[in-house]
């Protein structure tokens, strides 16, 4: 088990030993930088703790491992807003490229955990949101059949036709997701984990856990003090400190290591099958298949964080640039790395700043991040906010 997760050692040896001796808690906080492996290990858990053999081999042949391998097993909920938009159009590559069953297994996983944050678990009392876009589920659905590991796919142009249908109607089915996970769901779920279980358990992966309203984290708050008896919830957060103390404390931490260059290499050579990667980062591989100038955003952040340096004014076609909603998330989280480029013995062009004052820029950021999530606010004020704060020195 755990084959998939790639280049976490430490996590997947101590998660193989805790689900040996039968130690795995009941609730769980996978931590870690973007596309560090925390959903795929959430997944691996998830099929683990249902196997009906209890070793969950890579190859179980069990029906709980066969289901949990489709994303379609009933006792495993997913949750929670994630990158579905650049997810998708990669794995349609990897399909088109290689047209191996290994590539079907990734596009259906990465299609699934779209549409498995529409199971009417979740969205009982409020069917009538569900029920608009029900008729685009099962299109997807439908579409899905040709492209089931073990068929032979469709000829090129008819796969590609398939493929983009698959693409719009995700864009759609994506955008009633949500920022954040609504309260209703979390209650949700408290019903249904006192419901009688198809397996010997039940699981619960909430992805950008950080990202939840005060609503949700107390509701949430509430099951995790008494948690139902095998029932198991993990939580994802590239945020540690967006998480509240009062559930952080009820969670055993699991900490994802940013993958280094060879790691990243290594997933997207045996993963995503890219013979001669040319990207620095697996960020940098999905944000291209989702529709941005990874170059070009570097260079707007370096101009930002530049001008914020030199206390120069704002330059407002910038800030423009850099709020719209497709740039947003990227654009902090490149200015993030640009401002770890300023530490002290690190090469970068901007020369060094004192560490107290890189540490201000990325309290700033994350507050940015947090006020968008959290309130939505509009981008291009927090934008501009965020430049003149870094500009007096990160005292605002």
């Known amino acids: 088990m755990f084959e998939n997760v790639i280049a976490q050692k430490e996590i997947v040896e101590r998660l193989r030993t805790e689900i040996a001796g039968g130690s795995v808690p009941s609730s769980l906080l996978f931590s870690g930088p973007p596309y560090s492996g925390k959903a795929t290990a959430a997944l691996e858990l998830a099929r683990a703790l249902t196997c009906e053999r209890g070793d969950a081999a890579w190859n179980c042949t069990c029906r ?56 009417p678990v979740l969205w009982e009392g409020v069917e009538t949101k569900r029920n608009t876009l029900s008729t685009a589920i099962q299109e997807v659905e439908d579409d899905l059949s040709p492209l089931m590991p073990g068929r032979e796919l469709p000829e090129a142009k008819q796969l590609d036709r398939l493929l983009r249908r698959i693409e719009e109607r995700c864009a759609k089915i994506a955008e009633a997701v949500g920022d954040s996970v609504p309260i209703g769901q979390i209650r949700n779920i408290l019903f249904w984990a006192h419901s009688t279980a198809q397996s010997k358990a039940k699981v619960v992966i909430i992805e950008s856990a950080d990202r939840m309203l005060d609503a949700s984290r107390n509701a949430l708050l509430k099951i995790l003090e008494e948690p139902p008896k095998d029932v198991y919830f993990i939580l994802l957060t590239t945020r540690l400190g967006g998480v509240i103390p009062t559930i952080r404390s009820r969670l055993r931490p699991y900490h994802f290591r940013e993958r280094d260059e060879q790691g990243a290499t290594e997933v997207l050579s045996k993963i995503f099958r890219e013979e001669e990667p040319e990207h620095q980062s697996l960020g940098d591989y999905f944000l291209t298949w989702g529709g941005t100038d990874v170059e070009h955003l570097r260079r707007e952040a370096g101009r930002f964080l530049g001008g914020a340096v030199a206390g120069e004014p704002a330059n407002q076609e910038l800030m423009t640039l850099l709020s719209s909603q497709e740039m947003f998330v990227p654009f902090l989280e490149e200015l993030a790395s ?52 870094m500009r007096e020195g990160g005292s605002g």
């Open 64 to 119: 709980s491992c066969e289901m949990q391998r489709f994303l379609v097993h009933p006792d495993t909920l997913l949750m929670g807003p994630r990158y579905f938009l650049r997810e998708v159009p990669a794995c349609a590559n990897v399909v088109e490229r290689t047209g191996r069953p290994a590539a079907q297994f990734l596009y259906l996983r990465a299609v699934r955990k779209l549409l498995r944050r529409f199971d």
């Open 338 to 389: 640009a401002c770890g480029k300023l530490l002290p013995g690190r090469e970068g062009r901007l020369g060094s700043l004192p560490v107290d004052r890189i540490e201000r820029f990325a309290r700033l950021i994350r507050d940015c991040a947090s006020r968008r999530e959290q309130f939505n606010q509009n981008p291009a004020l927090l934008v501009e906010s965020l430049y003149y704060n």
